[in-house]
Each structure stands twice: as structure tokens, then as C-alpha cells.
């Protein structure tokens, strides 16, 4: 009875000592295998590496704090914001449909003009971050007078559009006096007075620009 049971025990080291030697003779590059190729692991769980093994050649089934992780994809660049709209526009309005000659009082006209053309083109802007009203004169007459003259005009300009409800920190006026005369008028000094007038009447004109944003 005992030498049977010496036998048997003999044939299971013998077992043993066989599995061993096919894990040692059947190994992957860096990790021992069984004949099924899949890779021996202890009671614990952990893998038997080779002395082929290197971090490089780990896998995530057995070293898998070793593992790189795949990068993440790279995330969307942010759509850039769309510029705001502009609310900007520039209106010219000749003196002779605005004042008298030589004087500083609004016409009937000229108000109509400015609600429609300045105030109505206002009602389209978000935002207004500036009204700026800049008057000219002709040549006619001294540089100090046609300085006083074109910002009492500017003024005058000013005073009806605050009038109609432009608030007032976004206005603001000056006067070039004849200092910038409109391009392309050429007039001949040596003609009749009143047709030396009728000429120049470009140059004497009121300038608004508007800087604002869109609704």
C-alpha cells in the first residue's frame, strides 16, 4: 500500500516538474505561458516575467501601472467669438440745408434731416460709443470767425439730437473753421461775390460719425 502510494506521489511531482518545464521552455518575449499560450500567473494572480522582460515590453494584463495610457484625444479648439457687428456710419449734411448763410439756428429742414438720417439710422445701434459732430465753414471771412461759426454750428447740431434722446456722454463737437475744405471744390475768387458763395457752398457742411454696435 505504501509503495503505490510512494508511486503516485512520485508521478505528481513528476506532473509537476513537467508543467514547470513547459512554462519554461514556452515563453512569450517578456512573460512565461502555459501550452495554451496564455500567460502563467501565480495564486496571487501575478504574471511570471521572462528575462526578456523590459517596462517597454509590459502589458496591461500583467503591469498595467507600467502601461502608458493613450493619450486623450486633444480637445476641440474653442470656436473663436464672432465679432460684434458694427453700428457705424458717417452723414454729411451741407450747410446751406442746414443754417442761413452766416448763421447758427437749425432749419425745419435740417431737423427733419437729422431725425432721419442721424436719429432714425440710431435706433438700429445696440450700443453707441460715440457722436461725433464736427462743423466747416468756407474760406470766407478770418480764421477766427469761421472757427466760432462752425463749432456754434456743431453745437447747434448737439443740442437737437440731445433733444431727441441721444444720450449725451456719447456726443461730443468740434470746429474746423475753414481748416478742411470738401475735396474736388475749386472755386474762382475773382467772380461775383454771391456766385464765389453758391460755389463754396460744399465746403460749409456738418460732418456726424457714428461708432456703435448692431442689435
Not at 456710419?89 to 443754417?99: I, N, P, R, V
Not at 456722454?169 to 453758391?198: E, F, H, N, Y
Request: charged content about 20%.
Amino acid at each position: 500500500m505504501k509503495k503505490h502510494q510512494l508511486i503516485a506521489a512520485i508521478a505528481a511531482l513528476g506532473a509537476i516538474a513537467g508543467a514547470t518545464q513547459t512554462l519554461a521552455q514556452t515563453p512569450t518575449a517578456a512573460y512565461l505561458t502555459d501550452t495554451r499560450n496564455v500567460v502563467a500567473k501565480s495564486g496571487f494572480g501575478l504574471c511570471w516575467r521572462t528575462s526578456s522582460w523590459t517596462p517597454a515590453a509590459a502589458i496591461a494584463e500583467c503591469d498595467g501601472d507600467l502601461v502608458k495610457a493613450a493619450p486623450a484625444a486633444a480637445a476641440a479648439p474653442a470656436a473663436a467669438a464672432a465679432a460684434p457687428k458694427k453700428c457705424d456710419f458717417t452723414t454729411t449734411l451741407q450747410s446751406d440745408e442746414l443754417f442761413a448763410f452766416n448763421k447758427a439756428t437749425l432749419t425745419a429742414a435740417a431737423r427733419k434731416r437729422l431725425d432721419s438720417d442721424v436719429v432714425g439710422k440710431l435706433a438700429s445701434c445696440a450700443s453707441v460709443s460715440m457722436v461725433m459732430i464736427t462743423g466747416h465753414t468756407d474760406r470766407l471771412g478770418s480764421q477766427e470767425y469761421n472757427q466760432k461759426l462752425s463749432e456754434k454750428r456743431a453745437d447747434a447740431v448737439k443740442a437737437h439730437l440731445l433733444k431727441q434722446g441721444v444720450p449725451a456722454d456719447t456726443v461730443d463737437t468740434m470746429g474746423a473753421g475753414k481748416t478742411q475744405p470738401a475735396q474736388g471744390v475749386k472755386c474762382d475768387d475773382s467772380q461775383p461775390r454771391q456766385k464765389l458763395i453758391t460755389c463754396l457752398a460744399p465746403n460749409r457742411r456738418v460732418v456726424i460719425e457714428v461708432k456703435g454696435t448692431a442689435k
